[in-house]
């Protein structure tokens, strides 16, 4: 075989591999009939911002000792509002006390479930807060956990459930404890935890979040002779769950509480693509520079979505750039 004739074949093998891998990753082979069908190359961008829905829950207890912490924080409770309205999401606040006897995870206050159209928010919020922790104080153990299970569970939140409305599907969750004792719950704070998570179906601080206004190791003692025992279990609970823990003794609670409804506004994990995207092509960038699959971010066929791991989450006003590929229907 002469040289021009090797050259020549060598080129015909070429073009052959190109026509039947597809040049740059823009064909696929179907095994069953051999057809080609092209894919077809995408790049969407997202703009980091917070989630556009929070439902925030309160759960604070409403035993004896508790009503000297709680009367101090009501008025503080504005500045809560305050916080999370300048970001301008769609809220909803409600409050439940750790009497899972006999409140049994019922939303407490007139209206039970305050929301971004809600006029005078904040003042409704602090009287509902009032209303709790001034009203007639709970003789039972201080099952805040537990509360917790029973005032998100089918039968609350279904038709007919006494916290109808309070949890949207489209919305994170935020769970912020208010105690000046620790959670006494049966099963462990993992059980818990797992059960939140299996809930909002995801473990990210925009699918859940839980903070605590808590005593810290060691138990405290605040302003005006106010004590309060260590929060173990609800401190664990806000390391597993994204969330802050402030002391219940700090000497200025009005910055405390801000702070916890700032933090309540999470950024987004997960960005929704136009189309299902075909797994192996897909590149993502965090201005400008890539991140590793696997390591950064994850794509979850079921929600059509790059979901960023735990730590990997973007940062406010950063622009993410999805590049891939889907195959068209048809």
């Not at 696929?28 to 556009?52: R, W």
Request: aromatic letters at 10%; hydrophobic letters at 40%.
């Amino acid at each position: 075989m002469n040289h021009n004739r090797r050259i020549a074949l060598a080129s015909c093998l070429v073009l052959v591999v190109v026509a039947v891998f597809g040049a740059c990753g823009d064909y696929l082979i179907d095994p069953n009939d051999q057809a080609i069908p092209p894919y077809v190359s995408y790049t969407e961008t997202f703009a980091q911002t917070p989630v556009e829905a929070r439902d925030i829950l309160w759960l604070i207890d409403n035993t004896k000792s508790m009503q000297p912490e709680g009367q101090a924080l009501s008025p503080l409770f504005n500045d809560f509002i305050g916080a999370i309205e300048k970001y301008n999401i769609s809220y909803q606040v409600g409050i439940i006390t750790t009497d899972a006897q006999n409140d049994q995870g019922m939303l407490q206050g007139t209206p039970s479930i305050i929301t971004s159209d809600t006029p005078n928010a904040d003042e409704i919020f602090r009287e509902n807060v009032e209303g709790v922790v001034s009203g007639q104080f709970s003789m039972s153990a201080e099952e805040g956990f537990l509360s917790l299970t029973m005032a998100l569970s089918e039968e609350a939140l279904g038709a007919g459930g006494y916290n109808r409305g309070f949890l949207r599907d489209e919305a994170g969750l935020s769970i912020i404890v208010v105690s000046d004792d620790d959670d006494v719950s049966e099963g462990t704070v993992e059980y818990y935890r797992d059960y939140l998570v299996d809930l909002k179906q995801g473990d990210t601080p925009d699918r859940v979040m839980f903070s605590s206004l808590v005593g810290p190791e060691g138990g405290c003692t605040g302003p005006n002779g106010v004590k309060a025992a260590y929060g173990e279990r609800y401190i664990e609970m806000t390391g597993m769950l994204n969330g802050v823990f402030k002391s219940i003794c700090a000497s200025d609670l009005s910055s405390v509480v801000a702070a916890i409804g700032e933090q309540q506004v999470a950024l987004k994990s997960r960005f929704r693509l136009a189309h299902q995207a075909v797994a192996g092509t897909i590149d993502v960038f965090v201005d400008e520079v890539q991140m590793m699959e696997g390591q950064a971010w994850a794509y979850d066929e079921q929600s059509q979505s790059v979901a960023f791991v735990t730590g990997w989450v973007p940062t406010y006003g950063a622009m993410i750039k999805v590049m891939y590929q889907y195959l068209p229907e048809g």
